[in-house]
T-cell receptor, first 113, second 112 residues
Framework: DVKVTQSSRYLVKRTGEKVFLECVQDMDHENMFWYRQDPGLGLRLIYFSYDVKMKEKGDIPEGYSVSREKKERFSLILESASTNQTSMYLC????????????FGSGTRLTVV | GENVEQHPSTLSVQEGDSAVIKCTYS??????FPWYKQELGKRPQLIID?????GEKKDQRIAVTLNKTAKHFSLHITETQPEDSAVYFCAARMDSSYKLIFGSGTRLLVRP
């Protein structure tokens, strides 16, 4: 019944490494999102995508990039990981054409050491 | 851009009491307001939502109210139970976008 899958639940990376976080949804949703969740700050939008090969910056895009080559997959890339990117990363998706809530993935807890 | 403020950040109630969480939003063009519940170690789950053409919506023990003039909306949980303990997030979205702007979250603790 799982509809949004994030490839890793926990990840530990070294400073300066290139990190890929993968998200796959099987609901044929057009819209996909990457948020980071930090205590006291809620969920902050990093990047989102309305369609294949389309992407838009969210509120905190610095240090991140994304890729959406296929409709079902939305990847978040940390080009050179830093300790301040240690966080919980949540992927979400939703349909177009109306007011629909998100379906979230289980999250990836990334620690950069 | 849109900004959503949520209060309180923590809330502790006795089992059986009511809990109210309040959010305000900045952009009057916002027209969709969902609430999410996130239990410890789990993904956020949509529990109720309201659209701007409706003032109140109920689903069993939970209800949401919306005041468009004042630009605030609230989550009401009645007859709270220990399993209601979680972090609750409000969010707002404009008609022109599919992105949600979230509040900072409220940690609700229901004491048995």
């Amino acid at each position: 019944d799982v509809k949004v899958t994030q490839s890793s639940r926990y990840l530990v990376k070294r400073t300066g490494e290139k990190v890929f976080l993968e998200c796959v949804q099987d609901m044929d949703h057009e819209n996909m999102f990457w948020y980071r969740q930090d205590p006291g700050l809620g969920l902050r939008l990093i990047y989102f995508s309305y369609d294949v090969k389309m992407k838009e910056k969210g509120d905190i895009p610095e240090g991140y990039s994304v890729s959406r080559e296929k409709k079902e997959r939305f990847s978040l890339i940390l080009e050179s990981a830093s300790t301040n990117q240690t966080s919980m990363y949540l992927c979400a998706s939703t349909l177009s054409g109306g007011n629909y809530g998100y379906t979230f993935g289980s999250g990836t807890r990334l620690t950069v050491v | 851009g849109e900004n959503v403020e949520q209060h309180p950040s923590t809330l502790s109630v006795q089992e059986g009491d009511s809990a109210v969480i309040k959010c305000t939003y900045s952009d009057s063009a916002s027209n969709y307001f969902p609430w999410y519940k996130q239990e410890l170690g789990k993904r956020p789950q949509l529990i109720i939502d309201i659209r701007s053409n409706v003032g109140e919506k109920k689903d069993q023990r939970i209800a949401v109210t919306l005041n468009k003039t004042a630009k605030h909306f609230s989550l009401h949980i009645t007859e709270t139970q220990p399993e209601d303990s979680a972090v609750y997030f409000c969010a707002a979205r404009m008609d022109s976008s599919y992105k949600l702007i979230f509040g900072s979250g409220t940690r609700l603790l229901v004491r048995p």
